[in-house]
C-alpha cells in the first residue's frame, strides 16, 4: 500500500519538457481542473485546447484599438506597420517616428529601448533601424511612392537618424509585402543538410563582399559553433545581460497585450506543455535562477548543433551611414528566405562579449566589421509568424 502512494505521489508532479530551457514541476495543487486516473496518468483531454489555445498571444491576435485617435493618413499607417515588422534584438522594436507632415517624417532612436547590457554602444540598435529602413522601402514602393532617405546622425547615440519623405511616383517597383508580414525567426529543427548553390547564389551573389557564407563542412563552422555556446555562457551568468532579458520576456497574456513587443513563449519556439507552464508559472525570477540558466546553456548546444552552416554579414566601415546600409541588406535577404525554406536564427552573442569576439576576424579571415551572425539551414515546416508589434499610433509622436 506504501508503495502505490508513493507512486502516486509521483504521478503527481509534472516536469516540464526540455523544449522550454528550463525545468519546473508542478504539484497537483496548481494543476486545477485535472485529474488523475486509477493509472496515475493525468487526464489533459486535448492537449492543444489546453496547452494553446486563447493563452497563447501571437502578432494576428494583436488588434487594433479602432478608438485610437490619429491624424495618420490610411496609407500612412500600411506603410509604417509594415515598416514596424523589422527583426531587433529582443523584439525591443528602438524606434519611433518624428510626425512633420503627411508622408515626411524623422526616424529616431529611443532610448527607452535601448539595451545598454549586450548593446552598450547602440549597435544593434542601428541595425535595426536600418532593417526598419528597408521595410519602410518596400512598403512605400507597394503604395507607389518612391522613398528618399537623408541620414541625420553621426553617432549611434544620436536621436534622429534618418529623415524620410515619400512622393508619389509611377516608377517604382511594387514589392510582395506578404514576404515582410511573412518573416520569422526560427530557432529549432533545423537540417544538416548542405544548402543548394543556387540558393546561396541568389541570397549571397549581389554581396559577395560583405555576406559570407560558411557550410558545416567548413573550418571556421566548428569554432563559430564553440565561440557562440561559449559566449552564451558568459552572458547567461553575467547578470546584468540576464536582468535585461527577463524585462523583455512577456509571459502572461497580460503582459504581451500591454507591452505588444519582447519575447513572448510562441516567438521563443516554447509550444504545447512546457509554453503553458512557462506562461502560467514564471516570472522575471525565474531568469535569475540557475536552472533557467542552464537550461538556456544546454538549448543553445542543441541548436547549434543543427544547421547547414552561418552566414557572416559585414559591414564597409562603422559609421552610422554604413551601418544602416547593412541592416537593409541584412533584412533585404531575410526577407528571401521563407520562399526556399531555409530559416535564419540571428545570434549575436560572440559579438556581445568582447572577450570572445576577440579572434573572431582573425579566425573567419576576414577584414570589415562582423555585424551578424545567422545560423542557417533547411526546415520542413516554416512555422506561423508570431513576434509581436506595436500599433503604429504608438510610436509615432505628432
Not at 525545468?23 to 492537449?47: C, Q, Y
Not at 549586450?118 to 536600418?130: F, W, Y
Not at 558568459?234 to 507591452?259: G, H, M, T, V
Request: net charge positive; aromatic share 8%.
Amino acid at each position: 500500500m506504501k508503495g502505490k502512494v508513493e507512486n502516486r505521489k509521483q504521478a503527481l508532479n509534472v516536469p516540464c519538457v526540455t523544449q522550454c530551457g528550463v525545468e519546473l514541476k508542478i504539484n497537483r495543487r496548481k494543476f486545477v481542473g485535472m485529474t488523475v486516473t486509477t493509472s496515475g496518468m493525468i487526464a489533459l483531454g486535448s492537449i492543444g485546447s489546453l496547452f494553446g489555445g486563447k493563452e497563447i498571444i501571437i502578432k494576428k491576435d494583436m488588434k487594433i484599438n479602432p478608438q485610437l485617435k490619429s491624424s495618420l493618413q490610411d496609407t500612412e499607417k500600411t506603410i509604417l506597420n509594415l515598416a514596424s515588422m523589422a527583426p531587433s534584438s529582443l523584439n525591443a522594436q528602438p524606434w519611433f517616428l518624428k510626425y512633420l507632415k503627411p508622408y515626411h517624417w524623422i526616424i529616431c532612436s529611443d532610448k527607452t529601448r535601448w539595451l545598454p547590457a549586450v548593446d552598450p554602444d547602440q549597435r544593434e540598435t542601428i541595425l535595426s533601424i536600418g532593417a526598419f529602413m528597408q521595410n519602410l522601402e518596400f512598403a512605400a514602393n507597394n503604395e507607389g511612392y518612391s522613398c528618399e532617405m537623408n541620414v541625420l546622425a553621426t553617432s549611434f547615440q544620436d536621436e534622429n537618424i534618418v529623415e524620410v519623405l515619400l512622393t508619389r511616383s509611377r516608377f517604382v517597383n511594387v514589392y510582395n509585402i506578404s514576404k515582410i508580414a511573412n518573416r520569422r525567426v526560427v530557432r529549432d529543427n533545423f537540417l544538416s543538410e548542405p544548402l543548394k548553390k543556387e540558393d546561396i547564389k541568389d541570397l549571397i551573389n549581389d554581396e559577395k563582399e560583405n555576406f559570407h557564407y560558411i557550410s558545416n563542412t567548413a573550418e571556421p563552422y566548428k569554432y563559430l559553433n564553440e565561440q557562440t555556446i561559449a559566449a552564451n555562457k558568459l552572458q547567461a551568468y553575467r547578470n546584468a545581460a540576464q536582468k535585461e532579458l527577463s524585462e523583455w520576456i512577456r509571459f502572461s497574456k497580460k503582459d504581451a497585450l500591454k507591452y505588444r513587443d519582447g519575447l513572448t513563449t510562441a516567438s521563443m519556439g516554447i509550444e504545447g506543455m512546457s509554453g503553458w507552464i512557462v506562461r502560467n508559472f514564471y516570472n522575471k525570477a525565474s531568469v535569475m535562477k540557475t536552472d533557467f540558466r542552464e537550461r538556456t546553456i544546454k538549448n543553445t548546444i542543441k541548436q547549434v548543433s543543427q544547421s547547414a552552416g552561418w552566414l557572416v554579414i559585414t559591414s564597409k566601415s562603422d559609421r552610422v551611414a554604413s551601418l544602416l546600409e547593412t541592416g537593409k541588406k541584412m533584412q533585404k535577404m531575410f526577407l528571401k528566405v521563407r520562399g526556399k525554406d531555409i530559416a535564419l536564427h540571428p545570434m549575436s552573442q560572440i559579438l556581445e562579449e568582447p572577450s570572445i569576439k576577440i579572434d573572431l576576424n582573425a579566425t573567419l579571415g576576414i577584414k570589415e566589421e562582423v555585424q551578424f551572425l545567422l545560423r542557417m539551414g533547411y526546415i520542413k515546416k516554416y512555422p506561423d509568424t508570431v513576434s509581436l508589434r506595436r500599433p503604429v499610433e504608438w510610436f509615432v509622436r505628432m
